[in-house]
């Protein structure tokens, strides 16, 4: 019996070493690249271990659903193609033989219009074996095969300097560190900190306050961070800005962005460094009551009006918005609507849900407000509604209590009638009047479909509580309605039109059934913590990976919209494709 306890206490103690020992090796790696920054970093992006990154994605949800031989039939040309190119999977053989860890690349100044970035990652093996294969990239880069560098001896070190037209690729290996940078002050600074001979410890980035609040709520271990100072960018933007807006936008001190594998699912960590902004409210989530069994998105969010009212003045919103909220914005100052009348109508929490019933098919999608004054608020929405279509017919009623406004659109190919509802206790804002008087309806008597369901409750339980965010898809049940909305149209293509299936195969569509089984909901929650807003999302890809995928295929189309003005500013860590199948280890 005594060995037996004594066998556990020493089994017990082994376990918590190993434990510790796992997360002293994972905050070291963190510091390992931080020890080797100045403490005015702009912006960091870290990918700690790639083959360990590589591994986890295999085990993906997402990986899984690719590698479904359903999925790969479908893809097979595509694919094909791909395979035949063969770059990538040599560029992929060429990093699994460096096994590179920490590797980083950061922006450590913009001054004169200059901007120096540095980078570098830990290598296996010799200088000389990382040395042909980062031959070859930097040659890949600069253009040429056979351009030479300028030696220069420092400290020890050999550093090299290749540069073709105004590009200056600045290279050294420091034991089996490889650094890269276009500024040889930068260069020389990272290796002086590298070795050992910078001793002022205050002058690194890990002992900036700022970024150690941001990391503070950063999980231990991740698959790739990304770090921002904004100060910098907000004092350029803010010379076309209203005084509101550059409030808002000095008053960020870093942005700091995660994501890991978290059992399958992708699990992002953002923590936005600024003042609260929203007003003391709490976050109810009572519109999901709203919801039916055929809701597969829903989202509830405290607004503070003063803040949403600043960012629609009038005269400066065409550097952010459409045309469209640029009237709307007009008309509401037009009409003398201010922050306390905002505040008087309604409460502080948005509610926007949509559904998609099994007999539709599109789907719809509403959003909702609480009233807090009833006569404010139908005034309110009389100017929003004449303000966002000038021309059209609004039919106003008064119904069991609640005040319907209504456009009468023509005919054509499809018909919407937006609508607007206003009761004693909520006002709602719909594309047709059949979902507006729905959700009408249910506000009196809410539904606990949404609130009670399997997939709802589940994907609430995995995201800390909220206090000013809340987001929920049901990526199942909308990937099951769109496939057999579009499943038709598909066939039909393959059969009209013979040429598309150049790139896919569309009449091996895989089953709505196979590729529903790999998804999850996307949930996302938000709540201020310490010195920001910390945002958690996870689900086989994450809101904000799902937002920026999007982002990139509007820009990879050219369908910006006119008007718009917007420009994509910063650059997030994203995990690019892997091989295919029977590529994997």
Not at 263 to 269: L, P, Q
Request: with cysteine; hydrophobic share 45%.
């Amino acid at each position: 019996m005594k060995r037996f306890l004594l066998f556990f206490i020493i089994s017990a103690l082994c376990a918590v070493a190993v434990s510790l020992a796992l997360r002293v090796t994972k905050k070291t790696s963190n510091a390992a690249v931080t020890a080797l920054l100045p403490r005015e970093t702009i912006a960091l992006a870290h990918l700690p271990d790639f083959r360990q990154t590589r591994s986890e994605w295999y085990r993906s949800d997402v990986y899984q659903l690719y590698a479904e031989p359903a999925v790969q039939e479908f893809l097979r040309n595509p694919l094909a193609r791909l395979r035949g190119q063969n770059s990538f999977s040599q560029t992929t053989q060429e990093i699994e033989q460096l096994d590179p860890k920490d590797a980083f690349v950061a922006l450590t100044s913009t001054q004169n219009d200059s901007s120096k970035i540095v980078g570098g990652f830990r290598f296996r093996g010799s200088q000389s074996d990382a040395e042909i294969v980062i031959a070859k990239w930097r040659a890949s880069a600069l253009g040429k095969s056979g351009v030479k560098g300028e030696t220069v001896d420092y400290q020890q070190h050999r550093i090299e300097n290749y540069t073709v037209g105004l590009v200056n690729v600045i290279t050294v290996y420091d034991d089996h560190w490889f650094f890269a940078s276009n500024d040889f002050a930068e260069l020389k600074a990272i290796l002086d900190r590298a070795d050992g001979r910078v001793q002022d410890r205050q002058s690194l980035l890990s002992t900036d306050e700022t970024f150690r609040a941001a990391m503070a709520e950063m999980p231990v271990s991740y698959a790739a961070l990304f770090y921002l100072q904004p100060k910098v960018f907000a004092e350029r933007l803010s010379a076309s800005q209203s005084a509101n807006q550059r409030t808002l936008l000095q008053q960020i001190r870093s942005v700091c962005a995660t994501t890991r594998f978290d059992s399958g699912k992708m699990h992002d960590f953002i923590f936005i460094g600024t003042p609260k902004l929203e007003q003391d409210a709490e976050l109810t989530r009572s519109s999901a009551g709203l919801g039916t069994k055929d809701t597969f998105f829903y989202l509830a969010s405290l607004l503070n009006f003063s803040q949403q009212l600043a960012l629609l003045d009038p005269a400066t919103t065409g550097n952010f918005v459409g045309a469209s909220v640029q009237k709307i914005a007009k008309a509401l100052a037009a009409a003398g609507v201010t922050v306390d009348d905002w505040k008087a109508a309604f409460g502080s929490e948005l509610g926007a849900l949509a559904d998609w019933p099994a007999n539709m098919h599109w789907p719809s999608a509403f959003v909702s407000f609480p009233v807090a004054d009833a006569a404010r608020a139908k005034k309110i929405a009389t100017i929003l509604a004449h303000a966002s279509d000038e021309d059209a017919h609004w039919k106003e009623l008064d119904r069991n209590g609640v005040h319907y406004l209504s456009m009468q659109s023509g005919g054509g190919f499809l018909v919407m009638r937006p609508t607007i509802a206003v009761s004693d206790r909520i006002m709602i804002m719909g594309l047709d009047e059949r979902t507006v008087e729905g959700a009408i309806q249910r506000s009196a008597n809410p539904s606990s479909e949404l609130p009670n369901s399997a997939a709802y409750k589940g994907a609430v339980r995995a995201v800390p509580a909220p206090t000013n965010f809340f987001a929920y898809i049901d990526t199942a049940l909308f990937y099951s309605r769109l496939d057999a909305t579009l499943r038709p149209v598909l066939l039909m293509g393959a059969a009209f039109l013979p040429a598309v299936n150049e790139n896919v195969d569309l009449s091996r569509v895989p089953p709505a059934e196979l590729v529903t089984k790999h998804l999850s909901p996307i949930v996302t929650s938000q709540r201020y913590k310490g010195e920001g807003y910390v945002t958690e999302s996870i689900g086989p890809i994450t809101l904000s990976q799902s937002g920026i995928a999007l982002l990139a295929g509007i820009i990879a189309s050219g369908q910006v919209a006119p008007g718009w003005g917007w420009a994509p500013s910063q650059l997030l860590p994203s995990l690019t494709a892997s091989p295919t199948p029977s590529n994997t280890p």
